[in-house]
């Protein structure tokens, strides 16, 4: 018989507990990835519902900006949709709308569709509910004070939450708006117009998402690839809709 467990016992008496410690730092460790893969997940949550995009079989799909508003580039972009004459959602941060109430009335007039960003755009994981509804309800605020009156859907900065967040928004029966065409989320293809373009065509099926940033000076190169976006996604057949219109296309 192998007596070497019981002799590794009495040659090493602390074997047992370093083994019991190292077990539960690896499952802690694994609960952590866990939680942190799940707070940076484009299409689940723990609460409530969430939409990454849509199953339909029409060639439908959503254009979305974050951030701003801004006085520098809304009315640019305004332009290209007006002259291309395609909706689009603007994901808006409560703060940039109370100082630049102007750009967002120029966006519901329009006839765009507007979301919430949040108030001051932060890394909400960690957020409790209370944080939630106050970067949520001051957002809504700052939308409807600029005279917005359609339904207010909401995406998470970073398109990160956990708990809190999603408990909030679960409890007011909101929806949590992500997306499933990222060009910017490749640092080799985010600085290039041409590769934006190249990216979303590529990526985009019925139904998707698409999540582009055009508010801010170092953006360029979505905003000039915007055009082309818009261009490239009607010679395919695709029909452009705000991301509340998509909702109602799902294939039931
Ligand atoms: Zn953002």
């Known amino acids: 018989m192998d007596q070497t467990p019981d002799r590794a016992r009495k040659r090493f008496p602390w074997l047992r507990t370093i083994l019991i410690v190292l077990a539960t730092l690896i499952v802690v460790l694994g609960l952590l990835i866990g939680l942190w893969s799940i707070s940076r997940s484009r299409d689940y949550q723990l609460f409530g519902k969430l939409v990454n995009r849509v199953e339909t079989d029409e060639k439908v799909v959503a254009l979305t900006f974050d951030d701003g508003p801004t006085p520098e580039f809304t009315h640019q972009i305004l332009a290209v949709l007006h002259e291309k004459d395609v909706p689009a959602t603007f994901f808006l941060i409560g703060k940039e709308a109370e100082t630049n109430i102007a750009e967002v009335r120029a966006i519901a007039a329009a006839g ?25 309800e001051k957002t809504d605020a ?30 007011h029966d909101r929806t949590t708006i992500t997306w499933d065409v990222e060009p910017e989320s490749y640092d080799d293809i985010a600085t290039d117009p041409q590769k934006i373009t190249a990216h979303v065509l590529e990526k985009t099926k019925p139904g998707s998402i698409i999540i582009l940033h055009v508010m801010y000076d170092s953006r360029e190169a979505s905003r000039e690839a915007l055009p082309h976006v818009i261009d490239g ?14 909702m109602k296309l799902r294939k039931t």
């Open 112 to 136: 765009h569709e507007i979301g919430n960003h949040t108030y001051t755009h932060p890394d909400m994981t960690l957020a409790d509910e209370s944080k939630a509804a106050e970067e949520v």
């Open 233 to 246: 996604l009607k010679q395919r057949g695709f029909r452009f809709v705000t991301v509340s219109d998509l």
């Open 142 to 171: 700052a939308i409807r004070a600029a005279g917005y009156q359609g339904d207010i859907l909401f995406r998470p900065p970073f398109g990160k939450k956990l708990f809190g967040l999603p408990l909030y928004l679960a409890k």
